[in-house]
């Protein structure tokens, strides 16, 4: 019987965030200059290349929305059960996750083979841009198993304290995606040049040694877990639990996806103002991830302290992390405010594009004030299993306030106009994650102290 308590309820909540949180941020801010070096290489084979990867994002997001989703669900839950100390539970939580994970990759494989070319044939007339989509997306969903394995592996490694080993995954795997970029696409050392496939492949090859590798060190170091499938069933049940949690998150990052492409559509009468959206997403990751490593730091330590009852810990977690990400978020302001020319000039922007993409990046930037802020609460609401909130608040901002705006002030011939759609949302979703996050905070307190009783 294990009866040793796990660092979450135990260490003080300062050192215990910092120890949690920094090393996934900087494993995301690898994966953000991951993300900014990938499309630079691209950049260079020519601007229709990167206007390609720009319009594939909404399913790559998507895929990610449902690896990431799905995995959120797994350590909210598997954090909770971990703080009751029902550590049976808890494997069979984690053997559910590992089946849903693979038949999400299966799912997201016959999506790519069928879907990719009507969805770029959707958003643009350019052949070019249409071909170098088609296989770029093909190849990513097809050989996408990776992205999935990866992102479970390292939530149970999470779900446990073990954050260190989520660092060394996420980043060897970014590294080699970055170093395999230009090898393979514009064939060095004897590769042959494969152009935006290549881009692909080093992605795809990326992942699946992070795969590997966050599989290996659950086997290794993860002694809280028993991840074996011999003789596995699946449990619809615990796999509902899990979807209670993951599926609004699901649905909130999918929401995303579903912004992103209508944006790609309004913006498609602006000559280059999709390849510019597509950089400011690239350009913004490197503020955000940091962010959403702080999530995945202070998620497991507000499901094991809820679950734990101990009200004090959860409040000053979320307190700090707050604090933290509007930090963050300040600092990626002032960046976007005062160097928005160098930002650009880094994906060998044109005249065109930097005078398109100048105002765009200092208008949307605005948003990041608010930002921090409601990233912390939609998570927080995750962590304690209210996460239906984080999904009225995603889909307010976006489907009934971003999209709506960007095309009415679209309709006024001005592309500037269309950025403050951004800003616009971002004060819908401060008032709404503020107004949920009170009544979040009452209801748990009231379970905790009755847990406590």
């Known amino acids: 019987m294990q ?29 953000a200059l991951y ?29 990610i929305a449902v690896a990431v989703g799905t995995a959120v669900g797994i350590n909210a839950f598997l954090s909770r059960t971990l703080g009751e100390r029902d550590f049976e539970k808890a494997n069979i939580i984690a053997r559910n996750g590992i089946f849903i994970a693979i038949a999400s990759y299966i799912g997201f494989a016959v999506i790519g083979a069928l879907i990719s070319r009507p969805f770029f044939s959707s958003q643009t007339e350019v052949m070019e841009v249409r071909e170098y989509g088609v296989t770029y997306l093909t190849i990513c969903c097809v050989a996408g198993m990776g992205i999935f394995l990866q992102t479970t592996f390292e939530r149970l490694l999470q779900a446990t304290g073990k954050t260190i080993y989520t660092m060394i995954t996420q980043s060897t795997g970014a590294i080699i995606n970055i170093i395999l970029d230009p090898i393979l696409i514009f064939g060095y050392f004897g590769m042959p040049r494969m152009g935006i496939a290549g881009a692909a492949v ?35 049940h615990l796999i509902g639990q899990i979807y209670k949690v993951g599926a609004p998150s699901i649905v909130v990052q999918a929401i995303g996806s579903l ?11 602006f000559g280059s103002a999709q390849t510019v959206f ?75 594009m930097l005078a398109i993409g100048v105002p765009a990046l ?37 489907m009934v306030v971003l999209l709506p705006v960007a095309w009415l002030l679209s309709r006024t011939g001005r592309l500037e106009l269309v950025w403050w759609s951004f800003p616009i949302a971002e004060v819908m979703s401060f008032t709404l994650s503020t107004i949920f996050l009170r009544r ?9 102290n009755s847990s406590a009783d």
């Open 3 to 31: 009866t040793k308590e796990n660092k979450m309820g135990v260490m003080p909540i300062d050192k215990l965030l910092i120890s949690m949180s920094l090393p996934m941020m900087i494993s995301m801010l690898v994966q």
């Open 35 to 63: 993300n900014i070096v990938d499309s630079i290489f691209v950049s260079r084979i020519n601007e229709y290349a990167l206007r390609a990867v720009s319009l594939a994002f909404p399913i790559q997001s998507l895929m």
């Open 202 to 236: 080093a992605t795809v090859f990326g992942q699946i040694v992070a795969a590997s590798m966050a599989l290996w060190f659950n086997l290794k170091f993860n002694k809280e877990l028993d991840i074996s499938m011999k003789g596995f069933h699946p449990n619809g």
């Open 259 to 269: 912004m992103t492409y209508g944006m790609n559509l309004i913006l498609a009468a």
């Open 278 to 352: 597509g950089i400011y997403f690239k350009l913004q990751s490197f503020v955000f991830m940091p962010v959403f490593g702080l999530n995945n730091g202070m998620v497991p330590i507000i499901s094991y302290n809820y679950g734990a009852a101990r009200p004090q810990r959860v409040w000053k977690t979320i307190r700090l992390s707050n604090i933290t990400a509007m930090v963050i978020m300040v600092v990626g302001f002032i960046i976007f405010q005062l160097f928005p020319s160098t930002l650009l000039e880094l994906f060998d922007a044109s005249e065109t």
């Open 362 to 398: 200092r208008i949307i930037s605005v948003s990041f004030l608010l930002a921090g802020f409601c990233i912390i609460a939609g998570s927080v609401f995750q962590a304690i299993g209210n996460p239906v909130h984080s999904l009225i608040v995603s889909v307010c901002r976006q």
């Open 440 to 448: 979040t905070v009452k209801s748990a307190n009231e379970v905790m």
